[in-house]
């Protein structure tokens, strides 16, 4: 599949793989955007792969049902993720 031009970046806000729909956070701009399951499965994304404050590229549209938000994601990107930091050293015990 073909990339669309006018790509945005942001970040997942949260999204609900029970009722398959969530929220992206662009980078520039006020409003979320509205992201539901179709729009993952035509870029080949599972619903379990998406992670609340994951990376991502998007296109929008306006909303399939009007009024509900202005503006839906069209097509979406996963970015990758940073790896965790190795928190080890901060949960060891100290004994005194």
Known sequence: MKEPANKHSGTIRWFDPQRRFGFVIPDLGKEDVFLYWR???KAGISESDVKDGQ???FTVKAPDKPGRCDW???YIK???SKPAQNSSASSKDTAI
Do not use: H, I, K
Request: glycine fraction near 0%; charged fraction near 40%.
């Open 39 to 41: 729009e993952l499965r």
């Open 78 to 80: 996963l970015l990758a």
């Open 55 to 57: 990376r991502v590229e």
């Open 72 to 74: 839906q994601v069209d």
